[in-house]
């Protein structure tokens, strides 16, 4: 049975907006023999043409864990409830609204600009304050001061802290180990391995037969990694499946 494989996006597989050649050919390895290679990120699927464009992956968790799909099958979605959303808008907080392939806001304020920055990513479409008629199935929430923020006010709703700038925002129950837990309903027999470096990685890595961090992660992250590789830009997914995991 093959095995299954997670990369999370934004620090682990692309940096400072490069994806690493060697973490291509890596990933490419473990697919000529036969594993299932998927993403797992906050991102949604809108957002990740670049990665797709350069590499070919079996599935992707996506939005934070509200969206699971293998092999163009979605097996899991979980959207936000959009009076939560309305209650947002009206408390005047800065959001980013993610769809299954799009990212929406309601204005260009600094701070997203800095959360773009921050991450590298491209620009949020710009639409009037209403909800959009899709579903939305996570949020970011960005500002400069968003430890005043009172979180029990939104009781259906979990808050990830990414950066100092910006909250990934799903249903409570949702991350990217809910996630797994479909795909290990769907592949039961599979061993899971996932490599990440962000907080909203902590859960996945903790429910994954193996866990692997990047060098670069914050320590507390570090404290859930059966193995800490190197950087990305150092090479780092190579590494670890060589020296770690021996996949490849």
Do not use: W
Request: glycine letters at 6%.
């Amino acid at each position: 049975m093959s095995d299954i494989y997670l990369f999370d996006v934004d620090g682990t597989l692309v940096m400072d907006g490069i994806i690493p050649k060697s973490a291509i050919e890596a990933i490419n390895r473990l697919k000529e023999k036969n594993n299932i290679v998927m993403l797992s990120t906050g991102r949604c699927l809108g957002q990740l043409k670049y990665v797709l464009e350069k590499i070919d992956f079996d599935g992707a968790i996506l939005n934070n864990g509200s969206i699971v799909v293998v092999r163009n099958e979605i097996i899991f979605k979980s959207p936000i409830n959009k009076s939560t959303i309305q209650q947002m808008i009206a408390d005047n907080l800065h959001l980013g609204l993610l769809t299954k392939d799009k990212y929406f806001a309601f204005n260009d304020d600094e701070v997203f600009e800095q959360f773009y920055d921050y991450f590298n990513i491209e620009k949020a479409i710009t639409i009037k304050k209403d909800v959009p008629l899709e579903d939305v199935y996570s949020l970011g929430v960005y500002g400069l001061d968003l430890d005043q923020l009172d979180v029990t006010r939104y009781k259906d709703l979990k808050f990830i802290r990414v950066c100092p700038i910006g909250f990934d925002v799903v249903n409570k129950g949702i991350s990217k180990a809910s996630g797994i837990k479909f795909l290990r309903m769907k592949f039961p027999s599979s061993k899971i391995i996932s490599f990440g470096d962000n907080y909203n990685d902590i859960e996945m890595l903790d429910q994954s037969d193996i866990s692997i961090v990047m060098g670069e992660a914050n320590l507390e992250v570090q404290k859930h990694a059966d193995y800490i590789t190197k950087s990305p830009l150092e090479d780092g997914i190579m590494y670890a499946l060589k020296k770690f995991v021996r996949s490849i």
